[in-house]
């Protein structure tokens, strides 16, 4: 649910090219970039042990915490407004990348 709920408030987003990306979206794009990263490799690591519970919930809180209570409504723009089109492409990389993560765990889901 938390995983349809993300994706609707994404794709409702209305993209306007000459939208200026507000300071605090680069910051946060910025922030959860290297937050991914990070835990990509740290995810990478425990699949290579077959920690695979570990890794589950780290893909877990990365998505749950961190992307949709965060990072989701850093950039999020105000009511009825247009977000601007750098902001968008990178969220739609970083729900792709997500996706991923959680394929191994939930590919009835992500596979789509």
Request: glycine share 2%; proline share 5%.
């Amino acid at each position: 649910n938390k995983i349809w709920n993300a994706f609707r408030l994404i794709k409702g987003w209305e993209v306007k090219e000459e939208t200026p990306q507000p300071d605090t979206a680069a910051i946060a794009i910025e922030w959860f970039g290297n937050l991914l990263s990070k835990n990509i490799r740290e995810i990478d690591d425990l699949f290579s042990k077959y920690r695979l519970s570990e890794a589950l919930m780290q893909v877990y809180r990365l998505f749950w915490d961190e992307f949709s209570s965060w990072y989701l409504e850093m950039i999020k723009p105000a009511y009825q407004q247009p977000i601007d089109k750098a902001t968008y492409e990178a969220t739609l990389g970083f729900f792709d990348a997500l996706l991923r993560l959680l394929h191994p765990f939930m590919p009835f889901i992500t596979e789509e």
